[in-house]
């Protein structure tokens, strides 16, 4: 058996890792997408590094796009194999591959006529345009190959393939992924003609072993207002485990309902202004409106209108809803006197474009929140432009934001100005950030995971995928202090023997 490593190696998108057994089968663990660098990711993401038509399966962990977002792009390329993943991921992956093919096919509508200004005397023949890699029909076609199995269901890929989902708390419907592979076990030239070279316990003809490889998607945190704990998978051989925060700890989640409430308060109350929260539509903004609903149960959230400004946030609430068996305790708790944890009177959810277009206009305290969670596009970025530059007024950042992006350029300490839709903006409103919302384990949460989850001197080999240089390389020291040994950092497209 061996693995390609085919994305998000020493980086935090793109996720693919290619399993081929000793029998022939190819298994794609994710199908992710480059993302962060708008037509600058195109050629990468074009270039999968295997062929979708000799793919035969495969095993997706969540519906975030950097882990799903190329599988309507390998099957106009030919795939005709299962998907496997969860309900909750299947249902979340509808909606999310849609918006990000409607995304794409206005970046390359902007993108061309770009090239076209820059051409005005084409040469003939020549090709300048460039194509969507997928359209809203091609994930209609993707979606008939989809095949789900609940959590901790232990079930059959192919005659020596077995697969078990355990749910990672990352995401509505994330999981670890536990592969079990039957295989010839490599022979062991130290045996005397006549010895028995299979493992002990096995029957002669039997000479085979069962290989185990979990992949760990991404893991979530152990104190989540919206989703449970990561659960513990089972013990493996080889493992492959992300490392997005395998350089930092979080602030204490304890604080996080607090300080939320600390903002709404300065903003909307004292200083009778609006506060904007940038945040991703699924995941992120259910859980601040969760938050928020506590805070109105309890009777203590200020009597301010608090507006979902977001299309995709709304579809993607309305998963979240039919999936109560899934969601923590706590909600589960809510649910007995609190039907709806995603929804109080005080709240909207906005789809209409004249509707979000209106609140540029309003001048009354409220809370916005809206996609994109980095202020790279969305109705939020309108927001943000016309709201900068009011001294009432707060942006609250919520989640990590790549270093290019608008989200993390306002937060530069001592920034004045700063450029959005072309336009030079004073910045004058607070920028604030609360990073107990975080979606992702740090470092010693990790570990911790993964330590009552292994018998870690069991584990041959581990390899640190999903993260920056700084991020891999901490975690892997962090790995090893645990007791974890044979522990490597691929490189984009290397090949390793199992």
Request: net charge negative; hydrophobic share 35%.
């Amino acid at each position: 058996m061996k693995i390609q490593f085919l994305g998000a190696t020493r980086e935090v998108t793109g996720s693919k890792h290619l399993i081929t057994t000793d029998s022939g089968h190819t298994i794609l663990l994710d199908c992710g997408m480059y993302q962060g660098k708008g037509m600058e990711t195109d050629a990468a993401n074009r270039d999968l590094g295997f062929d979708p038509k000799t793919l035969d399966c495969v095993v997706l962990s969540h519906a975030h796009i950097d882990h799903s977002g190329l599988i309507p792009y390998i099957v106009k390329m030919g795939f005709t194999g299962d998907i496997y993943c969860t309900p909750a991921t299947r249902d979340l992956c509808a909606l999310m591959l849609t918006d990000t093919a409607f995304i794409q096919e206005q970046d390359v509508r902007m993108y061309n006529k770009k090239i076209d200004r820059q051409n005005p005397h084409k040469e003939k023949g020549k090709k300048y345009f460039v194509e969507p890699l997928y359209n809203q029909n091609d994930v209609n076609r993707a979606m008939k190959h989809f095949v789900t199995y609940s959590y901790d269901r232990r079930f059959r890929l192919f005659d020596d393939v077995l697969l078990t989902f355990t749910n990672s708390g990352h995401m509505l419907g994330g999981a670890i992924c536990s592969l079990e592979i039957y295989e010839k076990p490599t022979p062991n030239p130290s045996l005397k003609g006549g010895e028995k070279n299979f493992p002990l316990g096995e029957e002669e003809g039997e000479a085979k072993v069962w290989k185990r490889v979990t992949y760990t998607g991404d893991i979530g945190r152990p104190h989540s207002h919206i989703l449970p704990s990561p659960q513990l998978f089972p013990q493996c051989d080889y493992l492959i485990c992300e490392s997005t925060y395998g350089d930092r700890l979080h602030d204490e989640e304890l604080v996080t309902e607090e300080m939320l409430l600390g903002v709404v308060e300065d903003t909307c109350v004292y200083r009778k202004g609006q506060l904007l929260i940038p945040s991703f539509s699924v995941g992120r903004t259910q859980e601040i409106v969760y938050v928020l609903n506590q805070l109105y149960n309890d009777g203590r959230l200020p009597q301010i209108p608090v507006y979902v400004d977001s299309p995709m946030s709304t579809n993607a609430t309305q998963i979240f809803r039919m999936y109560p068996d899934i969601l923590s305790d706590e909600v589960r708790d809510t649910m007995q006197f609190d039907p709806d944890p995603f929804g109080f009177n005080t709240l909207r959810y906005i789809t209409d474009i004249r509707e979000s277009k209106a609140l540029n206009h309003k001048d009354e305290p409220c809370i916005i929140i809206s996609a994109s969670g980095m202020l790279e596009a969305g109705r939020i970025k309108h927001h943000v432009a016309n709201h900068i530059s009011d001294p009432r007024c707060t942006i609250l950042i919520v989640g990590y934001c790549e270093p290019t992006t608008l989200g993390a350029r306002i937060q530069q300490p001592g920034l004045q100005w700063i450029s959005i839709f072309g336009l030079d903006r004073r910045i004058k409103a607070q920028i604030t950030k609360i990073e107990g919302f975080s979606g992702h384990g740090d470092y010693k949460e990790m570990i911790d995971y993964l330590t009552r989850s292994l018998q870690v001197e069991g584990v041959k080999r581990t390899f640190v995928v999903h993260g920056d240089e700084a991020a891999t390389e901490a975690y892997k020291g962090h790995l090893h202090d645990a007791g974890f040994r044979n522990i490597s950092i691929p490189e984009k497209g290397e090949t390793v023997e199992l």
